[in-house]
């Protein structure tokens, strides 16, 4: 694949992080004998979203359903045999580069955790997704994609990497270890019990002893304002690092990210892991799951 000096250099992992003008370079790049049908995915990540992808997309992408990487009651992660023959079916193994986008950006990050979990070991998101595209004035297409030859095999232990993956017991758990954090990925509303931040969560305020790691506007459970440009790309690292160790967020312990059912904690922990933290997960239940359980207590902050 072309390689591009404007990758992050504030990034540890700043390649994984492609801008569009690097994601136009490859879908151009007929030199080195690599399409979208080799080696590597490029993917548009969605919620009941097939409608919009049909009418306009990056050429060349296909379309993957947060519906289909979730399950009901919580939205948590499916079954990992399920998650497996959903990779294997895009034909995504472990040495898969797989570039992914959405018109929300946390959907897609949503798809980059729980692919990093899985253990594809090159997952790269657009930054801005689909609008820094279209900002850039760059071609789109209508209609669906060929259809991706499935794997048969994913050719590592699955998943690689269960350590990015953490349930309610582990959750609480971490509560009770000095190196140990559970990070808010919601806005100040939610955190002090304002608003649940959901039409489908009735439960308002937050986990005791939790630490407020931040999103967005008041009420909007989609904004991740606190961590991206005005245009929706990413802000310096530096930005991000302050405001987490002003609330004991920090790279030196063991970080669990969560939100309400895991799309806005995703980006957080795919930011954090581009910044080169190692020991961060993702408690994918969140508030949705802890606040279901009456063994768990409530807290808001004022």
């Given amino acids: 694949m072309t390689q591009d000096a404007e990758f992050r250099n504030d990034l540890v992992r700043g390649k994984q992080l492609v801008s569009p003008a690097w994601l136009q370079a490859q879908l151009q790049d007929c030199t080195t004998g690599v399409s979208l049908a080799g080696r590597w995915r490029l993917l548009e990540v969605g919620c009941d979203a097939i409608d919009a992808y049909l009418a306009s997309h990056i050429p060349g992408a296909a379309y993957l359903d947060t519906n289909g990487l979730e399950v009901e009651p919580f939205w948590n992660v499916v079954a990992d045999q399920d998650l497996l023959r959903i990779l294997l079916g895009f034909g995504i193994c472990h040495d898969t ?12 990050a949503r798809a980059a955790h729980v692919m990093l979990y899985a253990g594809v070991q090159d997952v790269r998101l657009l930054d801005g997704g689909f609008s820094a595209w279209l900002h850039a004035a760059l071609p789109t297409e209508a209609g669906d994609c060929a259809e991706p030859l499935p794997a048969t095999h994913f050719g590592s232990p699955f998943p690689a990497c269960p350590r990015y993956m953490v ?9 009770q270890r000095p190196d140990g954090v559970l990070a808010s990925i919601r806005t100040w509303d939610e955190f002090t019990g304002k608003t649940s ?10 986990i005791p002893g939790a630490r407020w790691g931040r999103a967005g506007d008041g009420d909007d459970m989609n904004s991740m304002r606190d961590f991206q440009q005005p245009d929706g790309t990413m802000k310096p690292a530096r930005e991000i690092c302050q405001f987490w160790a002003e609330e004991g967020i920090r790279v030196d312990k063991e970080v669990a990210f969560y939100c309400g059912t ?5 980006l957080a922990f795919y ?5 080169g933290w190692e020991r961060i997960s993702v408690y994918d239940g969140g508030w949705f799951e802890w606040s279901s359980d009456p063994n768990d207590t409530v807290s808001g902050r004022a």
């Avoid at 349930?167 to 509560?175: D, H, N, P, W």
């Avoid at 931040?197 to 937050?206: L, S």
């Avoid at 895991?262 to 995703?266: K, N």
């Fill in 167 to 175: 349930g309610t017991r582990q959750a609480e758990q971490l509560l």
């Fill in 97 to 108: 580069t797989v570039v992914l986008y959405g018109r929300s950006t946390t959907a897609a």
């Fill in 271 to 275: 930011y954090a892991w581009l910044m």
């Fill in 262 to 266: 895991g799309w806005r904690a995703s």
């Fill in 197 to 206: 931040g959901y039409c489908y969560i009735k439960a308002k305020g937050d």
